[in-house]
């Protein structure tokens, strides 16, 4: 069983579905119910099973409550996908940063991964199997001056993060990995960035087109299945070629 985090749309919508057409329960999650139901329909639609929750993930509370309701519904979670994220912080100087927006882009990406990750570990502990994956960016990849430096901080801090849980919970058979993506058109990129501002993408990327949410989501089933067993504390790029981490 799944559970994906931040799956009312864009990337995390796709993994959801992604799992479900390999034969996963999966529980969604978000703010958006109409958007929840949305995705909960078409898993459905297509045979799968799921089941939604919404919810704050800032809250150890909330994350409890969802975590029964699931497991209740669905089974213990095998699978935690802690996709949920996103920016408060617009791109700029540090010193003009708003200090809000700062803590909210934190909470909201490496505090909210945290205490997701935090909630479903005793049970992959006791039951010594477990998956978590994690989602970074290609913002904290590498450097670059145009990057929303709040964003790009907890992402990074997620890699770490991620990396140090994957020596502390290997000898529990549980496995974390990340993932970063570069730009993905997502429903929402699509209608933010211009055709033209498109084009000039594609061309710093290797590979000359853009990521789609399917993309990450290949990535996300590779690390999520018995194919990738030994494969652990590891960022995994899907980026077109164009972040090469040594």
Known sequence: MAWVTGSSRGIGAEIARAFAREGASVALHGR??????????????????????????????????????????????????????????????????????????????????????????????????????????????????????????????????????????????????CIAPETILTERNLQRIPAAQQAQLVDAHPLKRLGTPADVAHAALYLAAEDSAWVSGIVLDVAGGAVMVP
């Open 32 to 177: 958006d119910e109409a958007a929840l139901a949305e995705v909960e329909r078409q898993i459905r639609a297509e045979g799968g099973t799921a089941v939604s929750v919404a919810g704050d993930l800032g809250h150890s509370e909330t994350l409890d409550r969802m975590r029964v309701r699931i497991e209740s519904a669905l089974g213990p979670i095998g699978i935690l996908v802690a996709n949920a994220g996103g920016n408060a912080s617009p791109p700029g100087p540090a010193e003009a940063i708003d200090e809000a927006g700062w803590r909210a882009t934190v909470d909201g990406n490496l505090t909210a991964t945290f205490l997701t990750v935090r909630c479903v570990l005793p049970g992959m502990k006791q039951r010594r199997r477990g998956v978590v994956i994690t989602m970074s960016s290609a913002a904290a990849r590498r450097a670059n001056g145009i990057s929303p430096l709040a964003y790009a901080a907890a992402k990074a801090g997620i890699e770490i993060f991620t990396r140090h849980l994957a020596v502390q919970v290997g000898p529990w058979n549980i496995r974390a990995n």
